[in-house]
C-alpha cells in the first residue's frame, strides 16, 4: 500500500511563511498529477494547489500569489511553498496524488498549519 507522507507544518505567525514536503512511500503507477487539499475546522475540505506531468499548475484563488507549488512526478514529490501566510489559512493540509491506475486517488494523513499571533 503506498502511502504519502506529509511533513512541515506547524504554528507560524501571520505575514510568515512555511514550507510543506509529500513524498510517496512507493513508486505510484501511472502518476499524472499531485497536489494539496485543505480542511479548516468545521468546513469542508478544499483544493488549495496542483500540478501535472504535462507541467500544468493550477491554485485556488486564496492563494494566488501567495504559495507556490512545486515537485517531481517521476520522483512522486510535491511541495508547497507558502507566504505571506494569513489565519485563514489555518487547516489540517493534506498531500493528493492521481494516478491512472487503480487506486486513481492517494491522501497522506495531514500536517497541521496554524496561523496565529
Known amino acids: 500500500q503506498v502511502q504519502l507522507e506529509e511533513s512541515g507544518g506547524g504554528l507560524v505567525q501571520p505575514g510568515g511563511s512555511l514550507s510543506l514536503s509529500c513524498a510517496a512511500s512507493?513508486?505510484?503507477?501511472?502518476?499524472?498529477?499531485m497536489g494539496w487539499y485543505r480542511q479548516a475546522p468545521g468546513k469542508e475540505r478544499e483544493f488549495v494547489a496542483h500540478?501535472?506531468?504535462?507541467?500544468?499548475?493550477n491554485y485556488a484563488d486564496s492563494v494566488k500569489g501567495r504559495f507556490t507549488i512545486s515537485g517531481d512526478i517521476a520522483k512522486n514529490t510535491a511541495y508547497l511553498q507558502m507566504n505571506s501566510l494569513k489565519p485563514e489559512d489555518t487547516a489540517v493540509y493534506y498531500c493528493?496524488?492521481?494516478?491512472?491506475?487503480?487506486?486513481?486517488?492517494?491522501w497522506g494523513q495531514g500536517t497541521q498549519v496554524t496561523v496565529s499571533s
Open positions: 512507493r513508486r505510484i503507477f501511472m502518476l499524472r498529477a
Open positions: 493528493n496524488a492521481d494516478a491512472d491506475a487503480n487506486p486513481f486517488r492517494y
Open positions: 500540478f501535472s506531468s504535462g507541467g500544468s499548475t
